[in-house]
Structures are given as C-alpha cells and as structure tokens.
C-alpha cells in the first residue's frame, strides 16, 4: 500500500498521445493505396524521406532544447507531421525539398515555441507553405495521374523514383507533369476562357481533379473512420467544408461564368485531406466546440477567397496558418457557458 | 466507464460484528467538514449509543459510540481525510461486555405529533448525518429547506461510480426503510413531494422501490429511472437532470427549492425514529482486487478498515492502493488503521490491473485535444484551466470559472497526455480558498485596528477635556 499520495480519480480511459497519433496514421491508408495507384508506389519513398528528416529535426531539437529525445519521441506527433507532409507535396516531389519542408516544420513550426503541445501554428503548414514560398516551381509541379498520364504504371514508378531521388532528366518532365484543376481554372480564367472550355481540359476528373478527386475520396473515408474512433470531432471538418461550400455557391450564383462550381472545390487540391487530417489538428486549433465551428468556417471561407481571388492556385495552408492566428480570439469569445452560469 | 460492481451489490449483505476498540474520528468527512468536540474524558466508562463528541457547528452532527466500554485515549490517528491524522475518540470494549444501553424512547409514529421545529430538535442529538459523502447534519439541511421553503425532496440513488453499490444493497434490501424516512423526511421539511431518483443500472434496486410504493400508496412520492452515467450522482446535477432546473453554479439544490438526501441518510432517519438508534453504523462496499469476497458490509462507525478487508477475506495479491470512496474520487488512504466514517460509502483495495496498470508513460504536455471539455459534466473549458494555472493566472482562472469545478475526475479520465488536471484543479483551489480567508481575516483585523484607533483617540480626548476642566476649576478656586 505504497502510493498512498496519489490523488483521484484513481482509473484512466487509456487513451495516450501515442495512440491518437496512431489512428491518424492508420486513418491515411486508404490515401496511401490511392496514391499509389495513381503516381506509382513513390509515396513510401517520400515518406521515407519525409521521416527521416522529421526524426533527425526532432532529436536535434530536443538535443538543443536539453530535453530527453526518448520520451519526447515516443508520442509519434513527429510521425503524423512527416506523414501529412509527405501526402500534400507533390507526389513525384525531390528529396531535398522534401527534406527541406518537413524540417521547417518540425524546427520552425514546432520547436521554435517549445514542441509538443505549445506550437500556435500547424506545423505540417508552415512547412508547406514556406516549401511553396522557396521552391514556387516544383511545388507546383504536378504528376499527372495514371488514367491520364502517357506513362503507364510501372513507366510512371520508375519516373516517379527517379524525380524524387533527383536523377530525373530534368528535359523529360513536361511528359509527366500537368497543370492541376485549380490551377487550369486560374489560368484558363486568366486567359480569358469561358467555363465549360476550361471544365474541358484535361486537368478535371468525373466530379474534381483529376486523379486528385479519388484521393480526396480516399482522405475522406479515412476521417471518417476518425470521426467513428471519436479521435477528431465532426465541427472542424464539417464547417471547413461547409464554408468553403457555402463560399462558392455564393460566387457560382453571383458569378457563374468565372467561378467553378462547389464539388469541384470541395473535391480538389488538398480540401479533404486538409478538413479531416490538417485543419482538426488540435494543438493550433480552437478549444471549445462552437469555437472549432467558427475555426473551420473560417479555413473553408479563406480558402475559397484565397482560390478565386488570390494569386496562388491553392490556398489551404495558408488558410490555416491564418486561422491559427485567430485562435486566441476565438478562445477568448467561445467561452462555453458553466452549469448553472448565466453567459457572460 | 466499464462498471465493476454487478456481482458485489448481487451479494448478500454481510452484517459485521461489533469491533472491540473502535477510532471515533472527529472528523467524518472526507475532506473540510467540521470538527467535533468530545464530550467525554478519558477512562470515561460509556455505554454503547452513547454520545462521544459535540459539532462546534450547527452543520455538523454529534458522534456517538457502537460500542461499550471505556475512554482509552484522545489522541490523534490516522484517518480518512485529506488532511491525514487527526483528533479521535478511541473506545475500547471492557473485558465483560456492558448490558446493551437502552436506546432513548424511540419516536414512532409519534413524530407526527410532533410539531417540525420539535422533532428536529430532536434530530439533533441524533448524529444523523448525509451518508453520500459531505457528512452534514440531518438536522441542518432539514431546517435550512424549511426556511427557504423547498417544495421538492430529492433522494439521491443514483451511485454512478464505476465500484459503489452500498446504496444499491440498501434499496434492495430496506426500501420500505428508505420510503418510511422519506414520508419523515416530507413532513419535517415541509416539501410537498419527493422523487427517489435511482440509476437505471439497478433494475433490482427500482424493483424494490416500486414495489414497497404500491405498498405504501403515498402519491406524493415518485420513483424515477436516471441514466447511470458518472458523475450523475452529484448533487447539482442530480437536480438538473430530476427537474431540468440548473442550480446556480456555487449554489445549494435549495437555491431552486429541492432538498436533496441520500437514500441512505432517509433509511438512517427512519430507523431512528422506529427504533431509537443514532447514527452508529452505515452500509460500505468492500471490494477491489484485494480483497476475495468483495462485497457489501453494515459495518459500525470506528471500525478499523483493516477489519473491513479482513472481513471480506483477504486476496491474493497484495493491494497497491487503499481508496476510500470511489475510484474516481475517492482518497488514498496510507494506513489500513484509519476508521470507516460515517461519510465513507466504500473501501477499495485496489490492484495496479483494478487501476490499469501504470499509466503509459510520464505526463506530456496538453494537446489541446479538447476531450477534457467534452467529458466535462459541468461545461468547463479544463485544457485552458489547465493553460491557465501553468501561467498563473488568477483572472483568467476566475474568468474560466474555476470555482465552478466539482473534481468529479472526468478530464483526468479522459486525458490523452496522463495530466493530473483534477489533482492541480483540487490544489488552486484550496489555495484560492486559503488566500480568500486570509484576506477576510486580513480585513477583520485592520477594521478592528481602525476601532482601536478611534476608541484610543475618544479616550484620549475625554482625558483631555477632563484635564481641561479641572484646570479650569482649579483656576477659578484660585482667583476665587
């Protein structure tokens, strides 16, 4: 009968940090296998890549932050932001940039404000978005799916390990790479082309992206199962789709002939991965459920404003690392109202 | 939550003996409550049901010995407290056992002949106290539900705690006891119904109630089925649920005109009234890993626990915690010696597989995850608690209503990092408490020094004036 200053309540849940990062990465399987029938299996290499930079930042963090790399590396936080980076770059992405991103992210997004826990930005977003900044040309660089690439399946394999290793003939690429969806509607309205010839190019699938828009099924499948495994909750994915849907009915009905329609919104770029895997982080995240409402509303909406208007294609990292910023404000006006308290 | 006692509260109830030395704690509550004084000295010869020591307070409630014998010492002794030992009366039975004490004349149906103030006052000799953790007079609660009118008397079976089933071994076995309280309860309180609010976990239980109902056919009292979710018990939110109204936060069910009781503190009062008997034993869950027969016990005030778990048989590996009350919040106790009370409903002796084994690791910082607030029954916000004691922060603590917790342990519970939120939420505040009463004392003292001041001045200035006028007279003999 040892143990006898231990304080209530004296059972737990079992829930750890280390299993909830767990689900995330089994929850992006489905991604996974999609991925890799559509740009050949050169995902596990970027995430190979992916991993090893994030664990060599971290333990170096740690090493300079004087704390103790074992425990610190046991929660496997760094293996979901290696895993959320590796899944968002472009697939046929080169190490280097690769290495480069997720070690902003881990040392600038999240050991730059004391690690785990403390970090106000997301730190696989910072690490895109700065990628996005420095490398504006292969970050943008995307593979052409199987169904539409003139690579088959194993000619695309070989391709895609050759570009993410750098030994790529840098002259061949245009074989390979294609403008994405949300990136053919900027400039095909750039160009002054009316919708239905821009919906023509070879960029849109049946209901999206080529290509992308079974993945953002795939991503959709996987948060659902976290939703079922109760590891996220409904507000921010639902309200980040919700208002980026909202959004662009807006403009689709304002404006039908410069504004492409919801499901193309909602089924390219990075929109599913990032309502279910990046926005419901919940370190930089709001707190309270109303909050997380107003958050993920606020991620749909900037990111619409962001894809019609802005100059960049895709706006959902910097979506988010916005939204980060707005959290304490959130915090501070979500307040959720204490039994038998009147609001204030 | 997964629920550990089906099987125990199955068991049938097991009536301990009377010990040969009880430790009357002069405290009976698990953590604050109100000191007693004893009012008999040592080598004092008493016979059981005899009253051993006096509450400074109205809220408090008198203690009295289940056994006979003689006064050995008043020392302090281990108890279950959160402050660790204190004061106790320790009686030790002579070597040839005292006749039985003849119980004070019991009331009977009498009581009704009383007028209410009349048979509270009598209750308060009683040692009736509430039996679901907080140990408060009877008497007390009675007469503040008179005075602010409370309408509705709220028996509280819910017991949602994962391991407590003493009061689910009580409706099953003493219902008509529990209904019989209950009428005594109306009419001392004056309310003019009451609901017997059970968890719906105990079909036995609201079988046994229902039927000594129809037997009983008083309209004015209901039984109702509540969700057996923890912490449903909890008194406020007992109330909510039972009545949809919210007590203030910080406030009494009395504040909306509910007088709560546990069923056992009704069974308790009826059998005071029948019998004449005060408060000398209560019903106590003895379970856990350690023990072999776990079970429920009717076991007398002052019995050590060692003879608790003793009496349930002991198991086969050796318990690595004591709690007292539950397991969500109950007490660690150091030291088997310390005496079941009279607000102990529970004794755990609890295996590292009762409590899932270590935790996985050493705490890690919050993650924000939100869970906390999710499990939260009161609505708080414990992550930015949480932040907010890191950075102490005392506005935004009280901003965050802080005050408002109830420790119920849900966050812990849920909390993915392993942080002892309940543990540090305990800790502010009785550090808040302490820093309130030491401004108040703070407050008293330099209000009676600005008194000091001024009498010290009105002296002085009547010395003066009376110097003055004896000068004066002492002039005019002169010039006279």
Redesign the interface.
């Known amino acids: 009968m040892n143990e006898a200053s231990a304080p209530a309540p004296h059972l737990s849940g079992g829930r750890s940090v280390a299993r909830v990062m767990g689900l995330v990465l089994l929850a992006l399987l489905p991604y996974a296998l999609v991925h890799a029938w559509l740009y050949g299996p050169v995902l596990p290499l970027q995430l190979a890549v992916a991993t090893a930079a994030a664990l060599g930042a971290e333990a170096l963090a740690l090493r300079l932050r004087n704390r103790d790399p074992g425990t610190a590396l046991r929660d496997r936080s760094v293996l979901v932001t290696a895993a959320l980076l590796a899944a968002a770059l472009p697939p046929f992405l080169p190490w280097w940039i690769t290495v480069f991103a997720t070690a902003i992210a881990v040392l600038l997004g999240k050991h730059a404000f004391g690690g785990l826990g403390q970090n106000p930005f997301n730190p696989a977003m910072v690490g895109y978005a700065t990628a996005l900044l420095a490398f504006p040309q292969e970050m943008t660089r995307w593979t052409l799916p199987v169904t539409a690439s003139p690579l088959d399946w194993s000619a695309l394999a070989s391709t895609g390990f050759a570009s993410v290793l750098g030994l790529a003939n840098t002259a061949a690429i245009d074989g390979w790479t294609g403008a994405t969806a949300l990136e053919a509607l900027h400039t095909g309205l750039a160009q002054r082309l009316t919708m239905p010839e821009i919906r023509a190019l070879p960029a849109f699938g049946t209901f999206g992206g080529a290509g992308v828009e079974w993945l953002a099924l795939a991503a959709l499948l996987g948060g659902l199962a976290l939703l079922l495994l109760q590891v996220i909750r409904w507000q921010v994915p639902v309200a980040v789709l919700a208002g980026l849907a909202t959004a662009a009915a807006l403009g689709r009905a304002f404006d039908p002939g410069a504004h492409a329609g919801v499901l193309l919104h909602l089924f390219a770029g990075s929109t599913m991965l990032g309502a279910f895997f990046i926005a419901t982080d919940p370190v930089s995240g709001a707190a309270s459920a109303r909050g997380r409402l107003v958050f993920g509303a606020g991620i749909g909406v900037l990111t619409y404003l962001i894809r019609a208007f802005g100059v960049h294609p895709d706006g959902f990292a910097f979506a988010v690392l916005l939204m980060n910023l707005a959290v304490p404000l959130i915090d501070r006006h979500t307040l959720t109202q204490v039994h038998g308290r009147a609001r204030t | 939550?997964p629920s550990r006692k089906r099987e125990v509260a199955a068991r049938p109830l097991l009536v301990a003996p009377r010990p040969h030395r009880v430790v009357l704690a002069l405290r009976q509550s698990i953590d604050g409550g109100v000191d007693l004084e004893p009012c008999i000295a040592p080598g004092a010869r008493i016979r059981p049901g005899d009253c051993v020591a006096r509450p400074r307070r109205a809220d408090g409630a008198a203690l009295h010995t289940p056994i006979g014998g003689i006064v050995s010492t008043l020392a302090r002794h281990p108890l279950v407290h959160a402050d660790g030992p204190g004061p106790c009366v320790i009686v030790e039975a002579g070597s040839s056992p005292d006749p039985e004490s003849a119980p004070s004349e019991p009331l009977g149906d009498g009581y009704r002949a009383l007028a209410p103030e009349a048979l509270l006052e009598r209750l308060r000799d009683s040692g009736l106290a509430g039996l679901g953790g907080a140990a408060f007079a009877l008497d007390a609660k009675l007469d503040q539900a008179r005075n602010r009118g409370c309408g509705l008397l709220l028996l509280n079976g819910a017991e949602c705690d994962?391991w407590i089933c003493c009061d689910d071994r009580l409706m099953r076995d003493r219902a008509a006891e529990i209904l019989d309280g209950a009428q005594v309860l109306l009419y001392a309180s004056g309310a003019a119904r009451c609901v017997v609010a059970v968890g719906d976990d105990k079909p036995e239980a609201l079988g046994a109630l229902g039927a000594g109902l129809a037997a009983l056919g008083d309209e004015r009292i209901t039984l109702q089925a509540i969700p057996a979710l923890y912490p449903a018990g909890a008194e406020?939110?007992l109330v909510?649920t039972v009545t949809g109204m919210?007590?203030?936060?910080?406030?009494l069910p009395a504040d909306v005109g509910v007088l709560c009781h546990n069923v056992a503190s009704a069974a308790a009062l009826a059998r005071f009234v029948r019998r004449g008997e005060p408060l000398l034993r209560r019903i106590v869950t003895v379970t856990g890993g350690g023990v072999a027969e776990p079970c429920n016990i009717e076991a007398w005030i002052g019995t050590p626990l060692a003879e608790l778990l003793a009496l349930a048989g002991s198991g086969t590996a050796?318990?690595?915690?004591?709690?007292v009350?539950g397991?969500?919040?109950?007490?660690?106790?150091?030291?088997?010696s310390a005496p079941l009370t009279k607000a102990a409903n529970c004794v755990?002796a609890?295996t590292a597989a009762d409590?899932?084994g270590p935790?996985?690791?050493?705490e890690?910082?919050?993650?924000?995850?939100?869970?906390c607030?999710?499990a939260c029954?009161?609505?708080?916000?414990p992550?930015?608690l949480h932040w907010a004691l890191r950075a102490g922060d005392p506005l935004a603590l009280a901003?965050?209503?802080l005050e408002?917790c109830i420790?119920c342990?849900?966050c812990?519970?849920?909390?993915?990092?392993?942080i002892?939120l309940?543990?540090r939420f305990?800790a502010a505040r009785a550090a808040e408490l302490r820093r309130k009463e030491a401004e108040a004392q703070a407050r008293d003292w330099r209000e009676r020094h600005a008194a000091q001041v001024v009498r010290r001045e009105r002296v002085a200035a009547a010395e003066r004036a009376q110097f003055e006028r004896a000068r004066a007279e002492g002039d005019g003999e002169a010039g006279a």
């Open positions: 939550m994962p406020n939110l909510a919210a007590v203030p936060a910080g406030g050796p318990p690595e915690r004591l709690i009350g397991a969500m919040s109950g007490l660690a106790v150091a030291d088997a755990i609890a409590l899932g935790r996985s690791g050493p890690l910082p919050c993650i924000r995850c939100g869970d607030a999710h029954p009161v609505d708080l916000q992550q930015l901003r965050l209503r408002d420790e342990g849900c812990d519970y849920v909390c993915p990092s392993g002892p309940t543990a305990r």
